[in-house]
């Protein structure tokens, strides 16, 4: 089993900057690829960005892309997210999960074990 925590989120105005963290526990953390995702009021939750178990790879949505950055440090179980020049319309729940499965790293069927999730609200 693997325990997710997610911090980092606020209020911030339109071009400002914030850093999510997930922290994972579980001694395998480096063994598995990870993904945020997010789900905005009245929308359901989409795929934002993933990164393979070394790091070596990532991956972005078409929408976050050039903006956001997903980076992880195997040494402090950790995730991030860098996001910047935020837009009103990145307001949502934010959520980090660990992909156990085989499948797209934007699908969020390979994706077992979740996070509670922590708000982001970008003012106009």
């Known amino acids: 089993q693997v325990q997710l925590v997610e911090s980092g989120g606020g209020l911030v105005q339109a071009g400002g900057s914030l850093r999510l963290s997930c922290a994972a526990s579980?001694?395998?953390?480096?063994?598995?690829?990870m993904g945020w995702f997010r789900q905005a009021p009245g929308k359901e939750r989409e795929f934002v960005a993933a990164i393979t178990a070394s790091g070596g790879s990532t991956y972005y949505a078409d929408s976050v892309k050039g903006r956001f950055t997903i980076s992880r440090d195997n040494a402090k179980n950790t995730v991030y997210l860098q996001m910047n020049s935020l837009k009103p319309e990145d307001t949502a729940v934010y959520y980090c999960?660990?992909?156990?499965?085989?499948?797209?790293?934007?699908?969020?069927?390979?994706?077992?074990?979740w996070g509670q999730g922590t708000q982001v609200t970008v003012s106009s």
């Open positions: 579980g001694r395998t953390f480096s063994s598995y690829a």
């Open positions: 999960a660990v992909k156990y499965l085989i499948g797209s790293y934007s699908s969020q069927s390979v994706y077992p074990y």
